[in-house]
């Protein structure tokens, strides 16, 4: 059980709610406590466990290893509890541990602290399965994807540009390589593979890594996302405008903006002045 209250306060809580029967052993959780309120009511709330609920969030997590991180920063379980409650969860409904992160939508929910994190995890994939109604399945099926698949173009999507109105070109890119069998080549799943986040410039060195997460080497995608993707992302996705570019780069003014290229020679045209000004800034 937690509590904030001043050392007076606290007193009385504690010897009232021992009162009601309080046992420090078996009792836990999260419980608001505003100005104004008496002891009296402030044990009654904990002797009857009426948690006040906590706010979880994870937006912008990479890997599992950080989502369960993440969460247990925010409830009384371990990143340990929760990554056995995922697979103890989620291969029930078809997803592989490259896949548990397409079991996710980053959004805040409310639970309480106490929650296990078999709970945690199923309320979490509920929310997922409803966000994936028949509209969205029907879209994905359209491209040829299961929403998995979404899911990993949008967590390349995501690391490639956090622009959100450059989202769906960059999605319909994807997918138009996919589409004529060019492998993908999205520097993000080499800096996945390469497990080194600050990579601020890709090089021969990190394209010949092996990994089935190089889509340098490897054709079509990896095996799953590269984090975890946000529900607008995926929906950029879905909905990406039509276009036949097969190429991008990032522009040259920093911007964090992309030139697109539907051939090689424009691309080329395109890196040469982008890594002129990689060179110029002294980026390696």
């Known amino acids: 059980m937690k509590h904030s209250l001043g050392s007076s306060m606290g007193t009385r809580v504690y ?9 420090a052993d078996v009792s836990q959780g999260a419980y608001k406590v505003s100005g104004g309120q008496s002891a009296l009511n402030i044990s009654k709330r904990i002797a009857r466990g009426r ?3 906590v706010d979880v969030r994870f937006n912008g997590t990479r890997t599992m290893k950080q989502l369960s991180e993440r969460i247990a920063s925010q409830l009384q379980c371990t990143p340990d509890e929760f990554q056995r409650a995922c697979d103890e969860v989620l291969p029930d409904s078809g997803f592989s541990r490259p896949n548990f992160p397409a079991a996710f939508i980053p959004d805040s929910y409310e639970f309480y602290w106490s929650a296990s994190p078999a709970n945690v995890v199923r309320r979490l994939l509920d929310y997922r399965n409803r966000f994936w109604n028949k509209e969205r399945r029907t879209k994905a099926a359209s491209l040829g994807l299961t929403p998995s698949q979404v899911a990993t173009i949008a967590s390349i999507v995501e690391e490639e540009t956090a622009k959100a109105d450059e989202k769906p070109k960059v999605a319909r890119l994807y997918l138009n390589r996919l589409k004529k069998g060019i492998k993908l080549q999205a520097d993000p799943t080499v800096k996945f593979a390469s497990g080194d986040f600050t990579l601020r410039r890709i090089t021969g060195k990190h394209l010949a890594i092996e990994s089935p997460y190089n889509t340098y080497k490897v054709n079509g995608l990896p095996p799953g996302p590269i984090k975890i993707p946000a529900a607008a992302t995926i929906d950029a996705v879905l909905n990406a405008p039509k276009h036949d570019y097969i190429y ?11 030139n697109f290229a539907s051939d090689y020679a424009t691309h080329m045209a395109n890196a040469r ?10 980026i390696h």
């Open 15 to 23: 010897i009232i709610w021992k009162l009601f029967g309080g046992n």
């Open 51 to 53: 948690q006040t609920p």
């Open 248 to 258: 991008m780069c990032a522009k040259e003014d920093f911007s964090g903006y992309h």
């Open 273 to 282: 002045r982008y890594q002129a000004e990689l060179n110029r800034r002294g």
